[in-house]
């Protein structure tokens, strides 16, 4: 009975110490429409999160599925060097950073805090993942990493593009577009305008392997693996590949 009596005391005394302090610093409650704007925001910051996910999702798997991945071990790198060099490490960074923003954010709606863990992932990781597959089938990804490239300063720098792969004339891999071509001392000289290293001077002979429906004519943008020779903007090709895909080997029959 006596601890019955004492919790009233401190209860009236908690309400009354409340609501001295309200009229004391004159609070008033919060309009309604206050908290559905709150509320209108966080779910709006939530999607957007989740539309950022999706874009993370759609330019990593554009960044991956454009490289040659075969190339680096033909020319000795081993797996882990691979993968250090390629991979889109700055995306995946990205995409884990938004991956907890938009788990935050849900957590703040009003409701938020009654969802389970393993339900608010699941929506995330869905939702960014179906967005990811619109964006990468529709080609969209292709354009949202150029306009990345072309408006961001230092973007380039952190990602690897097929570009920079293929711009590594010391590895012996070469790319460009086909400004011209002339024979000099009955060899077929390609003049190539490289978009990392410049003009470069592409040597083919009766050994050069051509693969795919190259063709060997102004505009054309190929792939040369070869080696640099001693004039620095001088390249002997062994194989000339079309710029997209990997092509099937033939003999040369571009001369």
């Known amino acids: 009975m006596l601890i019955r009596i004492s919790t009233k005391n401190k209860m009236k005394n908690f309400i009354k110490k409340g609501l001295e302090k309200i009229k004391k ?7 309604s429409w206050k908290f559905s704007l709150q509320n209108f925001f966080w ?9 950022a ?3 993370s999702i759609s330019i990593l798997t554009f960044l991956i599925a454009e490289l040659d991945w075969q190339i680096y071990a033909n020319l000795g790198n081993s797996s882990l060097e691979t993968f250090l060099i390629m991979f889109p490490h700055f995306w995946i960074i990205f ?3 938004f991956m907890v923003i938009s788990y935050q954010n849900l957590r703040h709606t009003r409701k938020g805090y009654h969802y389970e863990v393993v339900l608010v992932t699941a929506v995330i990781i869905g939702g960014s993942l179906f967005l990811g597959a619109v964006l990468y089938f529709s080609g969209l990804n292709q ?4 306009i990345f490239l072309e408006s961001i300063p230092g973007y380039e720098n952190v990602i690897h593009t097929k570009e920079d792969q293929w711009s590594q004339p010391k590895k012996g891999l070469l790319s460009g577009e086909i400004v011209s071509k002339k024979t000099v001392e009955e060899s077929q000289v390609l003049i190539l305008k490289n978009i990392k290293s410049g003009t470069w001077k592409i040597f083919i002979n009766d050994n050069t392997q051509v ?3 190259v063709r060997l004519e102004e505009g054309e943008k190929i792939k040369v693996i070869g080696r640099q020779k001693k004039e620095k903007s ?6 000339i590949r079309p710029w997209e895909g990997m092509g099937h080997n033939r003999k040369n029959d571009n001369k």
């Open 211 to 213: 693969r795919g429906r």
């Open 43 to 51: 779910w709006l910051a939530f999607s957007f999160s989740i539309l």
């Open 25 to 31: 610093e004159k609070i008033e409650p919060t309009a």
């Open 53 to 55: 996910g999706g874009v």
């Open 95 to 97: 995409l884990g950073l």
């Open 143 to 146: 354009k949202l990493n150029q």
């Open 234 to 239: 001088d390249f002997e090709a062994m194989e």
